[in-house]
């Protein structure tokens, strides 16, 4: 059987389809048929947006889910993957927010708002850390959240350094940054306290190495200079004073003058 005019005129809309344009083709009957898969496409996610800024996060996670699932191939489907994952984070649902905005970026490695799915990621990392006045001290808990937003925090500045982002993102990097550095500087007085001097020298070290500039290197080496001095080492532990005294000054180099 040979195809039809208006099947080969489908067929041809079908494939430009691919390039998300409009298309017209006669139907037997002389009536004109129009593909706007386009429009609807926009239609559709407009539609989900306004339930998401009314904050009707039931629907518009539906209505986003319908727009993936009907125009797959368009770029409404990848912007709404991008509104679903920031549906969860504006619920304050970090770990989902998470994990959307990371599949987001697999999925979609070239698509233009990467650099926000980026950002957005570490913000939910940042956010996700718990503060709660129910758990014990910030440097006595876990760090493993801080130690994974400190890294995406850190890749994102150094992939996307002009970023409109990247003010909230250096703050981020310099809170996350002083939180780790007091949990190092908390596990080694834990060991100063129990006579475990090597260990405690070690942790110190390992937070001057590892982040220099955290506000906290006077705290760190005076810590480091008493810890000297309990394993007898006196001239060891007068260098380091030394050096706060030198470039810090402050209430620690007070501390370093006794």
Not at 116 to 124: D, E, I, V, W
Not at 127 to 156: K, M, N, S
Not at 166 to 192: I, P, Q, S, W
Request: net charge negative; aromatic share 12%; hydrophobic share 45%.
């Amino acid at each position: 059987m040979r195809p039809t005019a208006a099947v080969l005129a489908l067929a041809g809309c079908l494939a430009a389809l691919g390039g998300l344009v409009g298309c017209d083709f006669e139907l037997n009957d002389g009536r004109t048929a129009t593909l706007t898969y386009t429009e609807d496409a926009q239609a559709a996610y407009n539609e989900a947006m306004a339930a998401f800024e009314a904050k009707d996060w039931e629907d518009a996670r539906a209505l986003f889910s319908e727009v993936k699932r009907r125009f797959a191939y368009s770029r409404y489907a990848r912007l709404a993957d991008l509104r679903i994952a920031d549906l969860e984070f504006e619920q304050g649902k970090y770990p989902e927010a998470i994990s959307a905005y990371r599949a987001f970026i697999q999925e979609h490695r070239t698509d233009r708002n990467v650099e926000y799915a980026k950002y957005r990621m570490a913000k939910s990392l940042f956010l996700d850390i718990d503060d709660t006045v129910f758990l014990p001290p910030a440097e006595e808990r876990d760090q493993a959240t801080t130690i994974e937003a400190h890294r995406e925090i850190r890749t994102f500045l150094r992939q996307f350094p002009r970023s409109r982002y990247r003010e909230d993102a250096a703050y981020m990097l310099e809170v996350v940054t002083g939180r780790l550095v007091r949990h190092e500087l908390y596990v080694a007085r834990y060991y100063l306290k129990e006579d475990v001097f090597d260990a405690a020298i070690a942790r110190i070290d390992y937070a001057l190495r590892t982040f220099p500039g955290s506000g906290l290197d006077a705290e760190a080496l005076v810590l480091k200079g008493e810890t000297l001095l309990k394993m007898k080492k006196p001239d060891e532990a007068r260098a380091v004073f030394e050096s706060v005294i030198r470039d810090f000054g402050g209430p620690f180099a007070v501390t370093a003058r006794r």
